[in-house]
């Protein structure tokens, strides 16, 4: 069976050898140019105590190299469309299972050496493929602290694997049940995409209670390291919260109603002095967030899920 499985995938597995040895010397070059360019910028800004500025002042990558990287977003969503899809649906729809039923392998033994062939498969080339990513972006992760981002986080460490998975197992069940191969396609891709959403939009900011950190206005916090803001704004003496979306610098609202009486007349004279004001009558800012030491939790709690 296992050499059936072969002979019958090996111009997949020929492509996507190809495809993936393209990617790895591409991401392998220009990865050594940006770990090199970034630490010698880390320790010229080291020398001079100007690193503050760094991620404002140097970029890493070119905007096409970026998208590239980016774009592997979809090779879990591939793997399922041309791999898992597929694999049954196909002999289904052409009639050769009935044949391959006939011979002396068992249905069961049939199905499960195919599937498994190809989700190992499926996790390996996922898997190749994120850590090529994960430690291509290592200097941009360093320098601008993206790994909580959607769009970074789905393509590195080990959730593209999950993702994998998944979308081939997804793949092969709709193959089963559909009998057709484009409508199975269809489905895995449809399927695919919403649970995608659903899980980032939804239900990823919830895996863990997030933090909630308060600060004086004149001197804002931020968390260290590679952290998730959730949410922020200023709380009121009366612990009122009042979100950042449409407020000024520092976080406050412009309307008249949420400020102080005695601070309203500094409206329009910039946001320093109002901030001082506000501060001054008991005012204080808050950031909700995720810290980075929970980026390999939630890693691990979104590949489980998948």
């Known amino acids: 069976m296992t050499w059936l499985v072969w002979r019958q995938h090996r111009?997949?597995?020929?492509?996507?050898?190809?495809?993936?040895a393209v990617l790895a010397v591409l991401l392998l070059v220009t990865g050594w140019q940006m770990a090199s360019q970034y630490h010698s910028a880390l320790a010229s800004c080291a020398a001079s105590k100007t690193c503050g500025s760094l991620a404002a002042t140097l970029s890493l990558g070119s905007p096409l190299l970026s998208t590239l990287v980016t774009l592997t977003l979809a090779v879990p969503c591939l793997l399922g469309l041309f791999w898992g899809?597929?694999?049954?649906a196909r002999e289904l729809e052409t009639g050769t299972s009935q044949f391959a039923w006939m011979q002396s392998v068992t249905r069961r033994r049939w199905l499960t050496v195919k599937t498994?062939?190809?989700?190992?498969?499926?996790?390996?080339?996922a898997g190749a493929v994120s850590a090529l990513v994960t430690w291509w972006s290592g200097p941009q992760n360093a320098l601008s602290h993206w790994k909580f981002n959607p769009g970074k986080f789905d393509i590195q460490g080990i959730v593209p694997v999950g993702y994998a998975l998944f979308a081939v197992a997804l793949g092969i069940?709709?193959?089963?049940?559909?009998?057709?191969?484009?409508?199975?396609?269809?489905?895995?891709?449809?399927?695919?995409?919403?649970l995608r959403l659903l899980i980032e939009s939804f239900v990823r900011p919830h895996y863990m209670t997030a933090l909630t950190t308060t600060f004086s206005l004149l001197h804002p916090v931020t968390p260290a390291g590679s952290y998730w803001q959730v949410g922020n704004g200023v709380i009121s003496p009366g612990g009122q919260k009042y979100p950042s979306g449409g407020v000024i610098t520092g976080g406050l609202p412009v309307t008249n109603n949420n400020i102080p009486s005695a601070c309203r007349s500094l409206l329009g004279q910039g946001p320093r002095n109002l901030i001082s004001c506000v501060s001054a009558h008991g005012y204080r800012g808050y950031i909700t967030y995720q810290p980075a030491s929970r980026y390999w939790a939630f890693q691990g709690i979104e590949t489980g899920i998948f």
């Open 116 to 125: 498994g062939w190809v989700l190992l498969a499926a996790a390996a080339w």
């Open 11 to 20: 111009s997949q597995a020929y492509f996507g050898a190809a495809a993936l």
């Open 85 to 88: 899809g597929p694999l049954v």
């Open 173 to 194: 069940a709709a193959g089963t049940l559909l009998r057709r191969t484009l409508p199975a396609l269809a489905v895995t891709l449809g399927v695919f995409a919403a």
